[in-house]
């Protein structure tokens, strides 16, 4: 072999030699890349949302959709009375730390607004659980068309406050639209385990609508068909969703006093409806309540609207479903419905 073919054979082999160097150095720095994205995708998956939730029903619907990959948690402590609250100075920093925030509107919250004003994290998913969800309205008493031969009925009177009524998790078929909203808002913010939380939605979803099978099947052959309630008006979506009708002492705001004609309105219902029981709410004093039952003498029943709940409930992992059964059996108790 000639020295000039050997050179450029050489040369050859360098410059082939520096092609595969160079292609192994873009396959290394590929497989870089692809083990770091992978490695930050599984980070991202065991990375737990942080959420805060302003009332108990959106606490318990976000803790079933987020299971592990969610930490949930309630501004509204244990045992306080969600109309009356008042956010602190700590909450601020919660939500100040938090993935996503979740509210039903600024009818059932009215302090949301401001403290979301407040919040410097620009980050901080909101989701408004209640967004496209009707209110009821509530100035006269409405018929809603029939149902199993019932009439819809539900007397909303309240003569202290204008607007809808804030309540719509109480119609089940409502609590599931609200699951669907905080369902998009953790999918937004975590697009990484879509397919987590919706199986986790689509569960939860199938409870209320075996909820709601009870509650329609329990109360359809009632003796009585009318909810005497001693404390303010928190159950119209009940009432409408299974035919009852409903009288309430008060308006949407526990704060309200009722009148001395709202008190003799009640008894005259009670006693003209033949009627044994008198509901009364949860987290707040009974003392209207009470003074009803010992002038007609009927018993008292609680009706649990599941704003929040006690401390030792809270601890004990009571769930919105565990309360609304409760509630159907009182109801089945209180209307005269015919037991298993």
């Not at 409870?207 to 052959?221: A, C, E, P, T």
């Not at 309540?289 to 010992?294: M, P």
């Not at 159907?328 to 015919?338: H, I, S, V, Y």
Request: proline letters at 4%.
């Amino acid at each position: 072999m000639r020295t000039g073919e050997a050179n450029q054979d050489i040369e050859t082999l360098k410059i082939v030699g520096r092609a595969l160097a160079v292609m192994m150095a873009v396959c290394m720095v590929m497989v870089l890349l692809t083990s770091c994205r992978a490695s930050e995708e599984k980070v991202m998956q065991n990375k737990k949302l942080q959420v805060a939730t302003s009332l108990f029903p959106l606490y318990d619907f976000a803790r079933n959709i987020g299971q592990d990959r969610a930490d949930v948690f309630l501004l509204l402590p244990p045992g306080v009375e969600a109309h009356s609250f008042e956010p602190r100075p700590d909450d601020m920093v919660r939500l100040n730390r938090a993935d996503v925030f979740i509210y039903t509107s600024s009818a059932m919250e009215p302090w949301a607004a401001d403290v979301l004003r407040g919040v410097r994290n620009r980050d901080l998913k909101v989701i408004e659980s209640g967004r496209g969800i009707a209110m009821l309205a509530g100035h006269e008493e409405h018929s809603h068309g029939k149902q199993e031969g019932r009439r819809h009925v539900a007397d909303e009177r309240r003569p202290d406050q204008g607007g809808g009524d804030p309540h719509i998790w109480l119609d089940f078929s409502n609590a599931a639209a609200m699951v669907d909203n905080i369902l998009a808002g953790f999918i937004e913010k975590d697009p990484l385990n879509r397919a987590f939380y919706e199986r986790n939605a689509d569960a939860y979803k199938a409870k209320l609508y075996d909820l709601d099978r009870r509650f329609k099947d329990g109360l359809s052959r009632c003796r009585k068909n009318v909810i005497v309630h001693g404390g303010h008006f928190a159950f119209g979506y009940l009432a409408q969703r299974y035919g009852l009708r409903y009288v309430a002492v008060s308006g949407f705001s526990p704060n309200a006093e009722p009148t001395a004609s709202g008190m003799v309105r009640i008894s005259k219902v009670l006693k003209a409806n033949d009627l044994r029981h008198l509901f009364y709410e949860e987290l707040l004093s009974p003392r209207v309540a009470e003074s009803l039952a010992r002038e007609t003498g009927v018993s008292l029943l609680m009706l649990n609207a599941a704003h929040n709940v006690g401390k030792e409930e809270f601890e004990r992992g009571v769930g919105f479903l565990d309360l609304m059964q409760r509630n159907l059996e009182n109801l089945k108790r209180g209307l005269a419905c015919p037991q298993p």
